[in-house]
């Protein structure tokens, strides 16, 4: 038996549509599969988790006592002196020693299964969607050269500047890119 993703209403949601200027032209309707699914507040956290773990860079590092420089030679005989008995300079226990069980260079990333993924994502929109933090233009900004300031002022226009913003653009244009990377908390 195939398993059905849970809907909390059979409605679709709707969302607004805006024209380049911030004004609202239309509505438009989404599909309740992907925006009206329930929303999986645990496996959200779970990926988070994974994705914050692969953006680790995970290279802190410390030098054990093989690893320090010097302590190649005996500091004194090993009986008769009334001393403890020691190998190395470098030993842990002394000061300028080696660090036991430090830090070693190492990949905290890890994967998840692509169901699982899918699954948070379609959860993801939902909660956008819940929220009315979804919006939708009529057509995509036509970029002639790479200017900063006309996507600023687009963002403005939608009351989105500043803000975090994802902007999903349907084509690939050099301008927009160019546009776009220079406008903190805003990713194309």
């Known amino acids: ?3 059905e993703t849970k809907i909390d209403n059979s409605e679709a949601p709707v969302v607004d549509v805006y024209s380049l200027l911030g ?6 309707k989404l599909d309740p599969d992907v925006f009206n699914a329930k929303v999986n507040k645990p496996l959200l956290h779970e990926i988070i988790q994974m994705y914050r773990a692969n ?7 410390t030098k054990t006592k093989g690893l320090v420089r010097g302590g190649g030679k005996k500091p004194w005989r090993q009986k008769g002196t009334g001393r403890a008995r020691s190998g190395s300079i470098r030993s ?23 169901k699982t993924k899918r ?23 036509e970029m002639k050269q790479p200017k900063t300031a006309d996507v600023a002022k687009l963002m403005g226009s939608l009351k989105a500047y500043r803000e975090k913003v994802l ?4 084509s ?6 160019k546009s776009c990377r220079n406008i903190r908390n805003m990713t194309l």
């Open 167 to 170: 902007f999903l653009y349907a």
């Open 55 to 61: 953006s680790r860079q995970g290279n802190a590092a």
């Open 23 to 28: 004004k609202k032209v239309d509505k438009f």
């Open 92 to 114: 842990p226990l002394w000061r300028h020693g080696g660090t036991i069980f430090g830090p070693v260079p190492r990949d905290f990333g890890y994967d998840m299964p692509k």
């Open 119 to 141: 699954i948070a994502l379609i959860s993801s929109l939902s909660a956008k969607s819940k929220d009315s933090e979804i919006l939708i233009l009529e057509k995509d900004p």
């Open 172 to 177: 690939e244009n050099e301008n927009m890119v």
């Open 1 to 3: 038996a195939k398993k």
